[in-house]
Nanobody, 121 residues
Framework: QVQLVESGGGLVQAGGSLRLSCVAS????????MGWYRQAPGKERELVAT???????NYADSMKGRFTISRDNAKSTVYLQMNSLKPEDTAVYYC???????????????WGQGTQVTVSS
């Protein structure tokens, strides 16, 4: 079993910053891609950013230049630095990782429980 624990959400004023963290633990042999997604009330879950094990990143267009994703492979942790936050960034942010539980297994997708980010105007 794999657990993802997110932290760092909260309430911030427009223009402010937050840093989210997500730690993976449990039966982990290898972690491939890690990423962040978000879901606002009444909307579908959407991509924020992803990062491969080698550090290659991918961002949704609306986050480019404001958000930075990074990871610490030794700590099985992915981060999301969010700057210049806007009210429309308000959402529940979810961590997602692709984990191989054993050397002989494939990769499985796991989700965190989500952390609320609220940006006030």
């Amino acid at each position: 079993q794999v657990q993802l624990v997110e932290s760092g959400g909260g309430l911030v004023q427009a223009g402010g910053s937050l840093r989210l963290s997500c730690v993976a633990s449990g039966s982990i042999f290898s972690i491939n891609e890690m990423g962040w997604y978000r879901q606002a009330p009444g909307k579908e879950r959407e991509l924020v950013a992803t990062i491969t094990r080698s550090g290659r990143t991918n961002y949704a267009d609306s986050m480019k230049g404001r958000f930075t994703i990074s990871r610490d492979n030794a700590k099985s942790t992915v981060y999301l630095q969010m700057n210049s936050l806007k009210p429309e960034d308000t959402a529940v942010y979810y961590c997602n990782t692709q984990v191989a539980p054993a050397a002989s297994s494939g990769y499985y997708s796991y989700w965190g429980q989500g952390t609320q980010v609220t940006v006030s105007s």
